[in-house]
């Protein structure tokens, strides 16, 4: 502000010291259960900048649907996105980084596993667990949880998150882990006598099990 005194010109100035409270200052948008084109993305990624969020937390899939276009598996957005239009390549997600990064924004990334996988993980064989009718041996034609008792789960699991791991740069990523209903897994007999080996009468210790192992192979 300026005042005039005369012909003398007077300047009152301060210094203003600001920061935000957080650090992390975040919004999360999930494409899965409503897949969101890329050019209202960045208008999400705008809002953010004009209003200083920093984080922006990416549930990219989730049961609905896969749309996260993978180069090691395809089938997974070929079979699990609601069509083949509806995906993020390679470059979308490779120019959506950068358009946040621009912005002062984070990409933090959310593949949750090993709930809220079911049909959309179905691009990968024997990943996900084939549920059965009660008290039978017949299946029911419906999938779980990613299957915990498989070594080939976990050949895919460090196979995927490598990739994950070169394409979304951020130091961070969102594991899941949550809601994860056992009655697939109750129903099906192999994992029960898997768990019967291995003296596990607790389906929360199975998922503790898996849990373990991907932070194992995620910390790598």
């Known amino acids: 502000m300026s005042v005039i005194i005369g012909l003398q010109y007077y300047v009152a100035s301060c210094i203003i010291s600001d920061k935000p409270r957080f650090h992390h200052r975040s919004i999360l948008v999930d494409t899965s259960r409503h897949f969101v084109p890329i050019n209202v993305l960045h208008q999400h990624l705008d809002t953010m900048a004009y209003n200083k969020f920093n984080v922006f937390h990416w549930h990219i899939v989730d049961q609905p649907a896969f749309p996260y276009q993978s180069y090691t598996f395809p089938d997974l957005s070929g079979k699990g996105a609601y069509d083949r239009v509806d995906v993020y390549s390679q470059s979308d997600v490779a120019a959506l980084i950068e358009y946040a990064r621009n912005r002062g924004i984070r990409v933090v990334p959310e593949f949750d596993t090993p709930g809220h996988t079911a049909e959309a993980w179905i691009g990968v064989p024997n990943l996900v667990t084939p549920c059965y009718k009660p008290n039978t041996t017949e299946l029911s034609g419906k999938y779980g949880p990613i299957n915990p008792i498989l070594e080939s789960?976990?050949?895919?699991?460090?196979?995927?998150?490598?990739?994950?791991?070169?394409?979304?740069?951020?130091?961070?990523?969102?594991?899941?882990?949550?809601?994860?209903?056992f009655d697939c897994w109750k129903s099906n007999p192999n994992i029960q006598k898997w768990m019967a080996a291995h003296n596990l009468t607790d389906y929360a210790k199975l998922e503790e099990y898996y849990e373990q192992r991907l932070i194992d192979i995620v910390g790598k």
């Open 153 to 181: 789960t976990y050949t895919f699991l460090e196979s995927f998150y490598k990739e994950l791991s070169q394409v979304f740069p951020d130091q961070y990523i969102h594991l899941g882990g949550d809601e994860v209903s």
